[in-house]
């Protein structure tokens, strides 16, 4: 299946943007990507370093979370992968780390208020907060999946845990955690200025339809 064969390429590949950009840390976080036209996804193995991933070692897994082709155990959270592809169709990669800053607003339960242009560029509004779920089930997956119904946010901080990242790709993914973290971070150092005032509501709206729409090439 050359598509499995692509796919394991560009995950594998793509786990470098988390250690560039200070997402992760030694084996923490995982990424994935679904097998567009198969029930399949392709999963970073559980436990192994960065820089000793490759597509070789990259799993595949069914829509549930059981192993359909590699030679290592998938992710720890692989259930939870599972679980969010079943629930969201349009997803087509996800993304999980302990980034730090954003994980801050976790550790708090806080959200990350949608007090900056970007912020509502990028998320449509304030990035959630989900409820506590042990590691190893579906019942982070679901504490993603309900916590994000009916928001535009493709983040959520799941408290005390960290942050999960949906988006079209894998890539797409791994640019909302990227934007989470960097709100995150900002907003930290901001909130030391004092109180923060979030934007209207009709100018987050305003921004995320034209930076959907509107912003970069067409």
């Known amino acids: ?3 499995v064969a692509e796919v394991r390429r560009t995950v594998a590949e793509l786990h470098g943007e988390l250690t560039r ?33 490759t597509p070789e070692s990259m799993v595949v897994i069914d829509l549930h979370g059981r192993v359909v082709e590699g030679d290592l155990a998938p992710s720890s959270d692989a259930a939870t992968h599972a679980y969010i592809y079943r629930s969201m169709d349009g997803v087509g990669g996800v993304v999980h780390t302990h980034s730090p800053y954003a994980t801050a607003w976790a550790a708090h339960g806080l959200p990350i208020p949608c007090v900056l242009t970007s912020i509502a560029d990028e998320f449509g509004g304030d990035i959630p907060v989900g409820p506590f779920a042990r590691i190893g089930g579906e ?42 973290e960097d709100a995150a971070r900002t907003l930290l150092l901001a909130r030391t200025f004092g109180e923060l005032t979030r934007l209207d509501q009709a100018d987050i709206d305003a921004l995320h339809d034209r930076y959907q729409n509107v912003y970069g090439q067409r």
């Open 139 to 180: 019942e982070i997956g679901k504490g993603v999946v309900e916590t994000l119904a009916g928001s535009r946010s493709r983040a959520v901080l799941m408290r005390n845990h960290g942050v999960f990242a949906i988006g079209a790709s894998a890539r797409d993914a791994v640019k909302t955690a990227v934007m989470c």
């Open 21 to 53: 950009n200070g997402l992760v840390a030694w084996t923490s976080g995982n990424l994935s990507a679904r097998v567009t036209g198969h029930d399949l996804i392709v999963i970073k193995p559980s436990g192994l370093s960065y820089d000793e991933l």
């Open 1 to 3: 299946m050359s598509t």
